[in-house]
């Protein structure tokens, strides 16, 4: 029976070789030394702060409440630059090796793959097809992590950590997508911010008055003068005592007219 890293390279074998074709670039291994920054302060807090409109649609492109500053959009556009390539998938066949070492190394971590000889072939395969959109250090992270934490899978609508039974494809493809979710969210959150329209104002929102009178068919009343209201006197608190002198004057003019 074949061991799981023989399976491996089989599944490997099996899977064939793409057109060939020179790449634009040189072919960039990333790893745990040389991943971007998990997060930047400006371009994934500051800036989003500063700018995002308060309201997200349901449908459509989110606003941003002014235009970006030079410092802002370029430090954006360098963020999006060194993150893009970072979450390339797993270029073939240049990383087929890569990770189909990573797959076969997590397999073995679960006494029933260690020989289950076509099994594994199969399994191995598999794995890697459904894995061919992420980029190769994500599929070693989370195959790692697999292999020495295990993995979530839901039973009766509870969650409980597997570290008995190897994973399915799907239940692979989510542990490796935490991995990297942190790093996509940042990408797509520069791509939008440098992408986004500036919010209309309210001014800027309602239609000329041209276009209203049109719709009418009539023209609109002239707009009324705002009227100031008149400023209230300066009270110096002793209007109480000024009301109470008052009274008191009228009450003696009253007896005196009465005597």
């Not at 073995?108 to 395969?125: I, K, L, Q, T």
């Not at 542990?175 to 790093?183: L, R």
């Not at 719709?215 to 109470?244: C, F, M, T, W």
Request: proline share 10%.
């Amino acid at each position: 029976m074949d061991s799981i890293g023989t399976a491996a390279m089989r599944a490997l074998a099996s899977l064939g070789s793409p057109p060939t074709y020179e790449p634009a670039k040189p072919l960039v291994r990333y790893d745990a030394r040389n991943l971007p920054a998990l997060c930047n302060p400006e371009t994934d807090l500051a800036i989003p702060q500063r700018v995002w409109s308060g309201w997200a649609p349901s449908v459509g492109r989110r606003e941003i409440v002014r235009a970006l500053r030079p410092d802002e959009r370029h430090a954006l556009q360098a963020r999006a630059a060194e993150l893009k390539p970072a979450l390339q998938p797993y270029a073939r066949p240049l990383e087929d090796d890569r990770v189909a070492q990573a797959v076969a190394d997590m397999f073995s971590g679960f006494p029933s793959m260690r020989h289950s000889g076509e099994d594994a072939v199969g399994r191995v395969d598999s794995a890697m097809r459904a894995l061919s959109k992420f980029p190769a250090w994500a599929i070693e992270q989370g195959c790692r992590s697999i292999q020495q934490n295990g993995y979530e899978t839901i039973q009766n609508d509870i969650a409980k950590i597997e570290r008995h039974w190897p994973p399915s494809d799907p239940e692979i493809c989510r542990a490796v997508a935490t991995i990297e979710k942190i790093y996509r969210a940042a990408l797509v959150n520069s791509e939008a911010l440098l992408a986004a329209p500036i919010e209309q104002t309210e001014d800027e929102l309602r239609p000329p008055r041209e276009e209203i009178e049109a719709k009418l068919g009539r023209p609109l009343e002239p707009r009324k003068p705002v009227i100031n209201p008149e400023p209230e006197p300066h009270h110096d608190g002793k209007h109480a005592q000024r009301v109470l002198a008052d009274l008191e004057a009228r009450r003696a003019r009253h007896q005196e007219s009465a005597a």
